[in-house]
């Protein structure tokens, strides 16, 4: 099967906000063997979406599409709906239970006019309960295409397609197997990884796919198999990521999607029952932050201490301004003496200290923009001092930063762990 995914919304042709649920709702798919082909983006306009529908029926075999589903005026796709199936609205008796009841006991509040019309469905859609909001999901067949009409809200599309959509795909529809493996590397470049894999990735049977899938800091490597029987394609997957891991183990930290770098280390700590805290400057806090988006990390993470400025690297963590004066703010020196102070205040078995110029100008210092120094201070009281230029943009310094820092307290946990 393949499928086509269609927002719809001006806020997303302008920029207003970013269309996260196309990924979302291609990713759920291919877990059922269902490709997706297209993504589409198109205004609040009827015949926009009269023409958008006309022009994908029976050349796809599902079209998934978000947005327009509000009780307000420029919602305008249940209409557009009856339009384009010659239809009309009724009243969905279960839908409009199900509006009466949430905003009566939930919100504690009489339901209008408005939300009540919500329960207003096309006669001859098939509607998919919205167990998080009051826009019910529809599902018209016409000619050889599905299509599905699903709420923009995140939280109510993925209800919507895990509860709904999903279980009815799998019900009604023989579909091909697709495995993925995805391996995640670190410390090397696309182009010298692929130079390394190039005979691996000659020799990979047809029904088997490599996609490089960069970012700062790290490359995906996913390996996609897609065919009728799955024991075959799960046995090739398996022996190939195994041949792979033979040639590139020194850079492979993790498999499949998921298991990131934070996660891995954060395993660790915790296994190993050890702490860690940051010190951060140019990255003002970004460590922080993705250590803690990782559920149950306040296991290990203690605190950050952001110190964005050289007074507050002197009056809070305490370096001393002669280290500054001598080496200046952007040094292995200062970054030593702020993990230290870190590991210290916080009580931490570990502790990273970052300080660099990102960019675009310098702080006073002769080392130019793209130079970080990490420090790591370890439970033995030393330190691991790395001097990095990561180039420009200010943004790939700040996520390469991150991205070695996590890197380097990894090795050494791995290390004290032998």
């Known amino acids: 099967m393949t499928a086509t995914i269609v927002t719809i919304g001006d806020e997303i042709l302008i920029g207003q906000i970013t269309d996260s649920n196309s ?65 009309k609205l009724i009243i969905n008796d279960d839908v409009l239970s199900h509006i009466s009841e949430m905003f009566e006991k939930i919100f504690k509040m009489p339901v209008s006019q408005v939300n009540k019309d919500q329960a207003l469905v096309p006669s001859k859609a098939t509607v998919l309960k919205n167990r ?27 209800g919507i397609m895990e509860h709904e959509i999903i279980p009815k795909l799998i019900r009604e529809y023989d579909r091909p ?69 033979q040639i590139i183990s020194d850079i492979i930290v993790g498999y499949d999607d998921g298991e990131t770098l934070e996660m891995m280390v954060g395993k ?36 950050s201490i952001v110190s964005y400025s050289k007074e507050v690297k002197i009056d809070v963590l305490g370096v001393d301004q002669k280290t500054i004066e001598k080496y200046s703010v952007v040094s292995g020196e200062v970054a030593a003496e702020m993990a230290l102070a870190a590991q ?27 130079v970080v120094f990490i420090a790591l201070a370890m439970p033995d009281n030393t330190v691991r001092t790395e001097k990095f230029n990561f180039g420009q943009p200010r943004e ?23």
Request: aromatic share 6%.
């Open 177 to 245: 197997f697709i495995i993925h493996k995805t391996i995640l590397t670190y410390g090397q470049g696309e182009s010298t990884i692929a130079e390394r894999i190039a005979d691996w990735e000659d020799s990979l049977p047809e029904f088997v796919k490599l996609a490089y899938l960069p970012s700062p800091g790290r490359v995906r490597l996913r390996l996609s198999a897609r065919g009728n029987d799955k024991e075959l394609l799960e046995q090739t997957v398996d022996e190939k990521t195994a041949s792979l891991t």
């Open 132 to 158: 998080f909001g009051s826009a019910p999901g529809m599902w018209i067949k016409k000619g050889n295409t599905v299509f599905i009409s699903l709420p923009g809200v995140p939280y109510e599309m993925k």
């Open 396 to 418: 790939k310094v700040l996520d390469r930063a991150v991205n070695k820092s996590l890197e380097m307290l990894r090795e050494e946990i791995l290390k004290k762990g032998r």
């Open 268 to 303: 660790l700590l915790e296994k190993q029952k050890q702490s860690i805290s940051t010190a951060e400057s140019c990255t003002g806090g970004k460590i922080a932050q993705v250590l803690t988006s990782i559920p149950g990390s306040s296991a290990y993470f203690k605190g």
């Open 23 to 87: 990924g979302f709702i291609a990713k759920s798919l291919d877990l059922i063997g269902i490709r997706t082909n297209e993504m589409i983006s198109i205004g609040d306009d009827r015949q926009q979406i009269l023409d958008t529908f006309a022009q994908l029926q029976d050349k796809t075999d599902l079209v998934i599409i978000t947005g327009g589903l509000g009780p307000t005026k420029d919602d305008i796709t249940k209409k557009t709906f009856c339009d384009y199936f010659d239809d």
């Open 344 to 370: 210290s205040i916080l009580k931490t078995s570990y502790a990273i200290g970052v300080t660099g110029n990102a960019g675009p100008s310098t702080d006073d210092t002769d080392e130019p923009v793209g």
